[in-house]
């Protein structure tokens, strides 16, 4: 236990800040570190994620609403949160009996994904022509060529498959619905990014209360947890009140290298781990 408290504050840290610039969820780091490491049941492993995700959503969720100046849609967000939520509470009722069986899934693996990811932002970064400034764009990457109806189906539907991954696997998904918002909607990152946060709030809330009730509120590591919430929702809002004031270039060269690190060190905990 004392390891685990030493390493909350490293990996606290470094979910806090991938969660304050792009949102990128606890998951790969916490859950095989408490699961493997720990040796803390599986379900306590995945609940304990979803909570620290959950914490960290909503300060954010606070900041963005707060600062009306990056204008996000928070009523676009909720109506996305709900549906989402609704289809992840309906799967972790049906996965949660069964999840045991597969433990040796939730043990982590290589974050080639995550990696590619960054690599993208970082790209793009180097591809935009202004490096100075504070003015925020719409992605030059979106799909002009869909319609508004067309782009809001995508968006639903995507929402519709994150819900069920975040009910299979408890895995947050701010920066999956940033990207989708971003790349397919066209907004800007920080607008995307304030947007998926209040859809993940309420996805992740409905996602918590279903598994609190089918643990029946038990849950060994919530001294552990508490730890990881402070240092992610402290990281996280200084993160974020940080990029406000950045160019879009600058923010995405950000992104990219924050989940480049995160990639790197959630790759490198698995085979520490094993």
């Known amino acids: 236990m004392t ?11 470094l979910v806090g800040l991938g969660a304050g610039v792009i949102g990128l969820t606890a998951w790969p780091l916490l859950v095989p570190l408490l699961l493997v490491f720990g040796g803390v049941p599986l379900h306590e492993a995945l609940l304990s994620s979803l909570l620290v995700d959950l914490a960290i959503a909503f300060v954010l969720s606070a900041f963005y609403v707060r600062h009306q100046e990056v204008a996000i849609d928070s009523t676009y967000g909720v109506k996305l949160g709900i549906v989402a939520g609704i289809v992840a509470l309906v799967t972790a009722s049906l996965a949660f009996p069964i999840l045991e069986q597969f433990s040796s899934l939730f043990e982590g693996g290589s974050s080639i994904i995550t990696l590619l990811f960054g690599i993208m ?37 995507f929402c519709i498959l994150q819900g069920f991954l975040t009910g299979l696997i408890a895995m947050g ?10 790349f397919i909607v ?17 996805m992740l809330s409905m996602t918590v209360i279903s598994y609190l009730v089918l643990l029946q509120f038990s849950l060994s590591t919530v001294l552990l947890v508490s730890l990881y919430v402070v ?30 690190i995160a990639a790197i060190f959630a790759t490198t905990q698995v085979y520490l781990l094993r």
């Open 3 to 13: 390891t685990m408290i030493i390493l909350a504050f490293p990996i606290g840290v």
């Open 121 to 157: 932002f970082i790209v793009q970064a180097f591809k935009m022509k202004n490096f100075t400034g504070t003015k925020r764009e719409g992605s030059k990457s979106g799909s002009p060529h869909l319609s508004g109806k067309q782009k809001e189906s995508i968006v639903y539907g």
């Open 173 to 182: 998904g701010a920066m999956n619905i940033a990207l989708v918002l971003m």
């Open 186 to 202: 066209g907004l800007p990152t920080l607008r995307a990014v304030g947007t998926a946060m209040v859809a993940t709030t309420i």
């Open 231 to 260: 240092i992610g929702s402290i990281s996280s809002y200084l993160a974020v009140t940080r990029i406000q004031s950045i160019s879009e270039r600058k923010l995405r060269f950000t992104i990219g290298i924050v989940i480049l």
